[in-house]
């Protein structure tokens, strides 16, 4: 009986983990997409990488929140590259797609993909004289 109270509590405890990390990941992916659509920020030089940037901000921000996400879990793409080679945030009035996959062990049998999907369109940029 105590063996089947033990399994029920970490199987709780596992659920619980998989939605908070389900949670967090969600939110990364939807927190950073307003920064991602407003586009480079005034003054960015030539070699300034947007996708880079924002691709640090979700790290940052899940980090923050106690889920580690890879660099090779996130990508940014506009919707004009369904393959998503090179991250990219895309032109001004383009609709982007930021996903985040990320892998996670439930128990010590399943290696589940958690995801989260966030669609948006670029404001329009101001342009450069």
């Known amino acids: 009986m105590s063996l089947v109270v033990f399994f029920i509590v970490v199987l ?7 939605s908070y990390t389900a949670l967090t ?12 659509i407003v586009g480079p920020p005034v ?9 880079a940037a924002i691709e ?7 980090s923050n929140l106690g889920v580690s ?10 919707d004009s590259d369904p393959q998503c080679e090179i991250d990219n945030t895309g032109e001004s009035n383009q609709i982007i797609i930021i996903q985040i996959a ?9 290696v589940y993909t958690i995801e989260g999907l966030v669609v948006g369109r670029n404001e329009p940029y101001p342009e450069v004289a």
Request: a positive charge; charged letters at 20%.
């Open 69 to 78: 996400i890879g660099p090779e879990h996130v990508r940014i793409c506009p």
């Open 56 to 62: 640090g901000r979700i790290i940052e921000l899940s």
């Open 25 to 36: 990941v969600q939110y990364a992916a939807t927190r950073v997409m307003r920064s991602a």
């Open 12 to 18: 709780g405890a596992e659920l619980l983990r998989l």
């Open 102 to 110: 990320r892998p996670m062990r439930i128990l010590i049998y399943e």
């Open 43 to 51: 003054g960015a030089g030539v070699g300034y990488n947007h996708a």
